[in-house]
């Protein structure tokens, strides 16, 4: 079936540092989506890729989903406390599929 | 504007008990889903429902059964609890397109525990 992986499961960083997540899937993706879920939260939808290519932005953050639609990336800018959490991506095989998530990156920022 | 809105928030059963989870939203959704979340493996959808009436097993069904009571409400039943069962549960909801382009709306979740 449909696998979705992400790396790394955790990522410790200082504040003002970069961060990043990577998504790989073992098939071709007709969409992707990013989620944040901060700690005893819920997952909260952040954005949507659909084209082989596409950047994304939203202010700190910068999507990209690959040229094969099989991988995507989140990376973060300068973080801050606020962005700690747990981000997911989550990836459809084809349009009418089910959403497949990957396994979460957890972020924490030590200020 | 609740949204999706889950009960209980937490609940504590011994092995063998049975319990329903509850899940409703007022985003007028047609799709509505139910995921299982445990350290370290994401979110794994359990059932779904694509619309009234409907139902449809996902990644990991054995152990649950659903019922998709009006177009608000979906529930999620465990007849027989086991401390595998232990986890946090959300349900979801979202407009369905021809796409499936729409995103999820997410409850706070139930957390519970099988002992």
């Known amino acids: 079936g449909q696998q979705v992986m992400q790396i790394p499961q955790y990522q410790h960083v200082q504040e003002g540092e970069d961060f990043t997540t990577y998504c790989n899937s073992s098939?071709?993706?007709?969409?992707i989506q990013w989620y944040k879920q901060r700690p005893g939260g819920h997952p909260v939808f952040l954005i949507q890729?659909?084209?082989?290519?596409e950047v994304k932005k939203q202010k700190r953050l910068t999507f990209q989903f690959g040229e094969a639609k099989k991988n995507s990336s989140l990376h973060i800018t300068a973080t801050q406390t606020t962005d700690v959490g747990t981000y997911f991506c989550a990836g459809r095989k084809a349009s009418g599929s089910r959403l497949t998530f990957g396994e979460g990156t957890q972020l924490t920022v030590n200020p | 504007n609740a949204g999706v809105t889950q009960t209980p928030k937490f609940q504590v059963l011994k092995t063998g008990q049975s319990m329903t989870l509850q899940c409703a939203q007022d985003?007028?959704?047609?799709?509505m889903y139910w995921y299982r979340q445990d350290p370290g493996m994401g979110l794994r959808l359990i059932y779904y429902?694509?619309?009234?009436?409907?139902?449809d097993k996902g990644e990991v069904p054995n152990g649950y059964n659903v019922s998709r009571l009006n177009k608000r409400e979906f529930s999620l039943r465990l007849e027989s609890a086991a401390p595998s069962q232990t986890s946090v549960y959300f349900c979801?909801?979202?407009?369905?397109?021809?796409?499936?382009?729409?995103?999820?709306?997410f409850g706070d979740g139930t957390r519970l525990s099988i002992l």
């Open positions: 890729l659909v084209k082989s290519g």
């Open positions: 098939t071709t993706l007709s969409n």
């Open positions: 429902s694509a619309s009234e009436g409907t139902t």
């Open positions: 985003m007028n959704h047609n799709s």
């Open positions: 979801a909801s979202s407009y369905p397109d021809r796409d499936s382009n729409q995103p999820q709306h």
